[in-house]
Nanobody
Framework: QVDLVESGGGLVQPGGSLRLSCVVS????????MGWYQKAPGKQRELVAA???????SYADSVKGRFTVSRDNAKNTMYLQMNSLKPEDTAVYYC????????????????????????WGRGTQVTVSS
């Protein structure tokens, strides 16, 4: 049983900010690089931010400069600070581990839409609208 519990989503106006949190079971958090995945309506789930166990961060081009990912290893918790939000950021956001090949692709600027773990949390809805 993998526990992934996302929270912090909501309705925000364009230009606003939100901070998402994800509490992860220790057996997953302690040994994996972690990331935030974005599932927008009609689109595939895409990895948009990742943080390694060494706190190295990577971002999809769509969120670079606006989103900041971080992790607190003592609390088994990962965060996503979302600033300058745009309507196109509207999506359900999920957290999960990031496989090595996905991290390589993210760093190379290649969209990562094929991460298919068997267990996912319920996600947290972010809606950006005026």
């Amino acid at each position: 049983q993998v526990d992934l519990v996302e929270s912090g989503g909501g309705l925000v106006q364009p230009g606003g900010s939100l901070r998402l949190s994800c509490v992860v079971s220790e057996d997953i958090f302690g040994i994996n690089d972690m990331g935030w995945y974005q599932k927008a309506p009609g689109k595939q789930r895409e990895l948009v931010a990742a943080v390694t166990r060494q706190d190295d961060t990577s971002y999809a081009d769509s969120v670079k400069g606006r989103f900041t990912v971080s992790r607190d290893n003592a609390k088994n918790t990962m965060y996503l600070q979302m600033n300058s939000l745009k309507p196109e950021d509207t999506a359900v956001y999920y957290c999960n581990a990031v496989p090595p090949i996905a991290l390589v692709r993210l760093k190379a600027g290649i969209p990562v839409t094929n991460v298919d773990y068997p267990d996912w949390g319920r996600g947290t809805q972010v809606t950006v609208s005026s």
